[in-house]
């Protein structure tokens, strides 16, 4: 149709027809949905791109505490009352995938003389070798009192274990003989002819095969290689298994011991390898080993999930609690206001730590060192809570459409808790997740300090790992730096999240972050 | 004169409260048993008369109108029995209050002048990169526990630059320069979380003090900015960042356990620690009192300097 010439004056008839005949006429529908507190709260949520980075790694954190427990436990970690954890102590970090990164279970190192051809010895005999790099050999360091020459060295200190003596049953000798067989790696080495030893001290030294002065100092021969003085008499009940290269099948792979019944097998094995046999892996700790040989990333798993669990217990105790008792101050006002805030004042003043204390000497033997922190927390903690709900009771109870409620013949539980408690539900969501981290923060203080213990065999909790990595921190930053990360990232993504979660719910904050 | 008035009444209660939760922490501990009883090796006549010189056999009521009458009243808290041998419980606490108000009352200097200075500079230059940058570090000092920050300083500063000795000097030579920079460690560690707070409040409330109208007044009537900021800005943003230093100063006879714990400072928060570790009661009667007192005496500076600093706020009002 041209419009130019169109006479819109002299519109026919026939071009006219009725929009709407047969419904009547009202107001068009929203497109849009309504929305509500909660989707208001949400959408400004999620325009705060801290929090949402907060959540993921708290997401991230939970699924670490939830599932590292379960598939990262192996025979090693299951075995805690183990006594050969303690071979294994304080090992470094490794992980092939992060071993750009450092975390290739190795640590730099400067050695004497003595130590560094003890590696030597170690390389020689089991062809696996504890220094991956030297960076600096042989040099005389002036600042030295002694003689000696020293060398900048890498080392690895998974193969830096070395030998040691066990002492095994006839089966256990004979397990080890077959999986040598089956494997072709090999974990006992034959034993040596200490005769010629004097000290008593390089007797009982398992890394010792080769033929030393009184100092320990390996007497090379002309070509500069070790001299092997392993023992070639004796029995050494019928070893029939791998032999070490150089072994002309003279060499005795064990010594001993006990009466003719119940015979006892005293060998050298390499630490390195006895792992291997003994829990069906190779020895890589991601997060390393502590003082006492457990593995921290199981352990730290372990604390964190229990951590979580505690805090989110505990938060849920406190808005329980705190809500009732915030309520039914705030709503019934006068005297009985007044004596439930002394009773309130009393608590919420004693000191937390005098709380702690308290019930773990009454309460600690009778229910264990868990249910009486979980008291201490309880005992003083919804008084925060109880204090927001009151507040929120104050502000919305005598407004007129309470009254309006309250002429309907509504019931004082109805108004509490259908009327009133909504308005106060944001706040106390968000005080309820901002209880979690200072749950942590607490907790992670009092095993800090040693006045609870919650250390079981598979899990630990992340103040008592700081506390025993701090006199080690010199030498072995790994054992406190690792929990001192995960703290620190809760703490901070926690607090985040709550924070966000803060101001998306109070709504005198709308529209001013734009 | 209703100032007055509130002021008494939150003494009044002040009152109330710590002695009732004396009383708790009293009957709590008296029902405790004896520990030296179970342990080998110990005379339990000699034990047994020496708690009846103590008075330590009569009723629990009795005991506690001689707690109250002697020790509240009269300041004698007894002897220790496990931690200092035969030492009287008050002169050793006094004698490791000082330790603990150095190291506190170093960590105010330390943080009360650099989180007013933080706060200020984020709220002059708000939403652009250096109020990000304060901002971001707030969050972290805040979130991260003090105890890591200070492992990591004496990892970092002590032990690989070898800035500082890695514990606090013993000694009571308290103003010495040696004593001054072993103390810094566990100032530091003991301020950081303090230099966040200051500066995540005084920004808050100057920059909503920033945009009110009288700071628009102020500028039409001629001021430059920065005149606009100290002389009016600046009061107003005080009112509630003032009583909040207030608190800080009162608490800081409490200590922190922890960092006393870290860098072996030989204060109040050790021996309260020791004194729980030792089961020494005396000792944990007098730390708790004092724990207590402080929290209370803190909240009610807090809430009492609301009211003189700014007069339109009236206290204990509905």
Same mark, same amino acid.
């Given at each position: 149709?041209?419009?130019?010439?169109?006479?819109?004056?002299?519109?026919?008839?026939?071009?006219?027809?009725?929009?709407?005949?047969?419904?009547?006429?009202?107001?068009?529908?929203?497109?849009?949905?309504?929305?509500?507190?909660?989707?208001?709260?949400?959408?400004?949520?999620?325009?705060?791109?801290?929090?949402?980075?907060?959540?993921?790694?708290?997401?991230?954190?939970?699924?670490?505490?939830?599932?590292?427990?379960?598939?990262?436990? #192996?025979?090693?970690?299951?075995?805690?009352?183990?006594?050969?954890?303690?071979?294994?102590?304080?090992?470094?970090?490794?992980?092939?995938?992060?071993?750009?990164?450092?975390?290739?279970?190795?640590?730099?190192?400067?050695?004497?003389?003595?130590?560094?051809?003890?590696?030597?010895?170690?390389?020689?005999?089991?062809?696996? #070798?504890?220094?991956?790099?030297?960076?600096?050999?042989?040099?005389?360091?002036?600042?030295?009192?002694?003689?000696?020459?020293?060398?900048?060295?890498?080392?690895?200190?998974?193969?830096?274990?070395g030998m040691t003596f066990l002492t095994l049953t006839e089966e256990e000798y004979r397990d080890i003989q077959e999986w040598q067989k089956e494997s072709g790696i090999q974990v006992i080495y034959p034993a040596v002819d200490t005769s010629d030893l004097k000290i008593a001290t390089l007797k009982n030294d398992a890394s010792i095969w080769y033929k030393c002065t009184n100092k320990g100092m390996p007497k090379l021969d002309k070509d500069g290689h070790f001299q092997p003085m392993y023992k070639t008499t004796g029995s050494d009940g019928g070893y029939d298994s791998l032999r070490i290269a150089g072994d002309d099948g003279s060499y005795r792979y064990a010594v001993l011991a006990g009466t003719s019944?119940?015979?006892?097998?005293?060998?050298?094995?390499?630490?390195?390898?006895?792992?291997?046999?003994?829990?069906?892996?190779?020895?890589?700790?991601?997060?390393?080993? #502590?003082?006492?040989?457990?593995?921290?990333?199981?352990?730290?798993?372990?604390?964190?999930?229990?951590?979580?669990?505690?805090?989110?217990?505990?938060?849920?105790?406190?808005?329980?609690?705190?809500?009732?008792?915030?309520?039914?101050?705030?709503?019934?006002?006068?005297?009985?206001?007044?004596?439930?805030?002394?009773?309130?004042?009393?608590?919420?003043?004693?000191?937390?730590?005098?709380?702690?204390?308290?019930?773990?000497?009454?309460?600690?033997?009778?229910?264990?060192?868990?249910?009486?922190?979980?008291?201490?927390?309880?005992?003083?903690?919804?008084?925060?809570?109880?204090?927001?709900?009151?507040?929120?009771?104050?502000?919305?109870?005598?407004?007129?459409?309470?009254?309006?409620?309250?002429?309907?013949?509504?019931?004082?539980?109805?108004?509490?808790?259908?009327?009133?408690?909504?308005?106060?539900?944001?706040?106390?969501?968000?005080?309820?997740?901002?209880?979690?981290?200072?749950?942590?923060?607490?907790?992670?203080?009092?095993?800090?300090?040693?006045?609870?213990?919650?250390?079981?065999?598979?899990?630990?909790?992340?103040?008592?790992?700081?506390?025993?990595?701090?006199?080690?921190?010199?030498?072995?930053?790994?054992?406190?730096?690792?929990?001192?990360?995960?703290?620190?990232?809760?703490?901070?993504?926690?607090?985040?999240?709550?924070?966000?979660?803060?101001?998306?719910?109070?709504?005198?904050?709308?529209?001013?972050?734009? | 004169?209703?100032?007055?008035?509130?002021? =008494?009444?939150?003494?009044?209660?002040?009152?109330?409260?710590?002695?009732?939760?004396?009383?708790? =922490?009293?009957?709590?501990?008296?029902?405790?048993?004896?520990?030296?009883?179970?342990?080998?090796?110990?005379?339990?006549?000699?034990?047994?008369?020496?708690?009846?010189?103590?008075?330590?056999?009569?009723?629990?009521?009795?005991?506690?109108?001689?707690?109250?009458?002697?020790?509240?009243?009269?300041?004698?808290?007894?002897?220790?029995?496990?931690?200092?041998?035969?030492?009287?419980?008050?002169?050793?606490?006094?004698?490791?209050?000082?330790?603990?108000?150095?190291?506190?009352?170093?960590?105010?200097?330390?943080?009360?002048?650099?989180?007013?200075?933080?706060?200020?500079?984020?709220?002059?230059?708000?939403?652009?990169?250096?109020?990000?940058?304060?901002?971001?570090?707030?969050?972290? =000092?805040?979130?991260?526990?003090?105890?890591?920050?200070?492992?990591?300083?004496?990892?970092?500063? =002590?032990?690989?630059?070898?800035?500082?000795?890695?514990?606090?000097?013993?000694?009571?030579?308290?103003?010495?320069?040696?004593?001054?920079?072993?103390?810094?460690?566990?100032?530091?560690?003991?301020?950081?979380?303090?230099?966040?707070?200051?500066?995540?409040?005084?920004?808050?409330?100057?920059?909503?003090?920033?945009?009110?109208?009288?700071?628009?007044?102020?500028?039409?009537?001629?001021?430059?900015?920065?005149?606009?900021?100290?002389?009016?800005?600046?009061?107003?943003?005080?009112?509630?960042?003032?009583?909040?230093?207030?608190?800080?100063?009162?608490?800081?006879?409490?200590?922190?356990?922890?960092?006393?714990?870290?860098?072996?400072?030989?204060?109040?928060?050790?021996?309260?620690?020791?004194?729980?570790?030792?089961?020494?009661?005396?000792?944990?009667?007098?730390?708790?009192?004092?724990?207590?007192?402080?929290?209370?005496?803190?909240?009610?500076?807090?809430?009492?300097?609301?009211?003189?600093?700014?007069?339109?706020?009236?206290?204990?009002?509905?």
């Open positions: 149709m041209d419009k130019k010439t169109f006479d819109y004056n002299n519109i026919p008839k026939d071009k006219f027809e009725f929009c709407q005949r047969d419904e009547s006429i009202h107001d068009k529908k929203f497109d849009t949905k309504p929305v509500g507190y909660f989707k208001d709260a949400m959408m400004r949520f999620c325009r705060n791109k801290s929090s949402i980075v907060a959540a993921f790694i708290i997401l991230f954190l939970v699924l670490f505490a939830v599932f590292v427990p379960i598939f990262c436990s #192996n025979k090693y970690t299951s075995m805690p009352t183990d006594t050969t954890y303690l071979q294994y102590t304080k090992l470094l970090p490794k992980w092939d995938l992060f071993a750009w990164a450092g975390m290739d279970g190795c640590t730099d190192m400067t050695l004497n003389k003595d130590n560094y051809y003890k590696k030597l010895a170690i390389a020689e005999e089991t062809g696996v #070798n504890p220094i991956v790099k030297v960076y600096k050999a042989d040099y005389v360091d002036a600042s030295s009192t002694t003689d000696t020459t020293f060398y900048d060295v890498r080392i690895d200190s998974y193969t830096n274990l019944e119940a015979t006892s097998y005293k060998v050298r094995v390499f630490l390195y390898n006895y792992f291997q046999y003994r829990y069906g892996f190779e020895p890589a700790f991601v997060f390393g080993t #502590n003082a006492y040989g457990q593995d921290i990333l199981t352990r730290l798993a372990g604390g964190m999930r229990f951590s979580l669990v505690f805090a989110i217990c505990i938060s849920a105790v406190n808005l329980f609690i705190g809500a009732i008792f915030g309520a039914i101050e705030g709503y019934y006002g006068g005297k009985m206001d007044l004596i439930l805030e002394r009773i309130k004042d009393i608590l919420g003043n004693i000191p937390f730590i005098v709380a702690v204390t308290l019930f773990q000497l009454h309460l600690a033997q009778k229910v264990g060192p868990i249910v009486s922190l979980l008291f201490a927390y309880v005992l003083t903690g919804w008084t925060g809570m109880a204090a927001r709900v009151r507040m929120q009771f104050y502000r919305y109870k005598n407004q007129e459409y309470i009254l309006a409620a309250r002429t309907l013949g509504a019931s004082d539980a109805r108004l509490m808790f259908k009327h009133i408690f909504p308005n106060a539900l944001g706040t106390l969501i968000t005080g309820s997740i901002l209880v979690i981290p200072s749950t942590f923060f607490s907790e992670s203080n009092l095993t800090y300090l040693g006045i609870v213990n919650l250390d079981t065999s598979t899990r630990s909790s992340i103040g008592s790992m700081l506390a025993a990595g701090q006199p080690l921190i010199s030498s072995y930053p790994h054992i406190m730096l690792f929990p001192a990360i995960v703290i620190s990232l809760m703490m901070i993504s926690f607090n985040l999240f709550g924070n966000g979660l803060r101001d998306a719910f109070n709504p005198s904050l709308r529209g001013t972050e734009d | 004169m209703s100032t007055i008035k509130y002021i =008494c009444k939150r003494l009044a209660l002040m009152v109330f409260v710590f002695v009732t939760i004396l009383t708790i =922490c009293f009957v709590l501990v008296k029902l405790l048993p004896v520990t030296e009883a179970e342990q080998f090796g110990k005379d339990m006549n000699l034990i047994l008369q020496r708690r009846k010189a103590l008075g330590y056999d009569k009723p629990i009521l009795v005991q506690y109108l001689i707690f109250l009458q002697k020790s509240l009243l009269g300041g004698d808290w007894g002897i220790s029995e496990e931690l200092y041998r035969g030492q009287e419980v008050w002169g050793m606490f006094v004698s490791k209050l000082p330790a603990t108000v150095l190291v506190n009352v170093y960590s105010m200097l330390f943080s009360v002048p650099l989180g007013l200075a933080l706060g200020t500079y984020a709220a002059l230059k708000k939403n652009k990169w250096q109020d990000h940058l304060i901002s971001t570090l707030v969050m972290v =000092c805040i979130s991260v526990p003090s105890f890591v920050y200070a492992l990591l300083i004496q990892y970092f500063l =002590c032990f690989k630059l070898q800035l500082f000795p890695l514990q606090m000097n013993s000694g009571s030579d308290y103003f010495t320069w040696s004593m001054f920079k072993s103390v810094i460690p566990a100032v530091i560690s003991l301020g950081l979380g303090s230099v966040a707070s200051f500066t995540r409040s005084v920004r808050a409330e100057l920059s909503e003090v920033l945009t009110s109208d009288f700071m628009l007044l102020a500028r039409t009537k001629g001021l430059t900015r920065a005149q606009a900021t100290v002389r009016h800005a600046f009061r107003n943003s005080m009112v509630p960042i003032f009583p909040m230093i207030l608190g800080e100063f009162v608490a800081i006879l409490s200590g922190s356990l922890i960092i006393e714990k870290i860098f072996g400072v030989p204060g109040v928060g050790q021996l309260y620690v020791s004194s729980i570790t030792a089961r020494d009661y005396n000792f944990f009667m007098l730390l708790s009192a004092f724990y207590t007192l402080i929290g209370l005496v803190s909240g009610i500076v807090v809430d009492i300097s609301y009211g003189i600093i700014d007069p339109r706020i009236r206290m204990g009002e509905r």
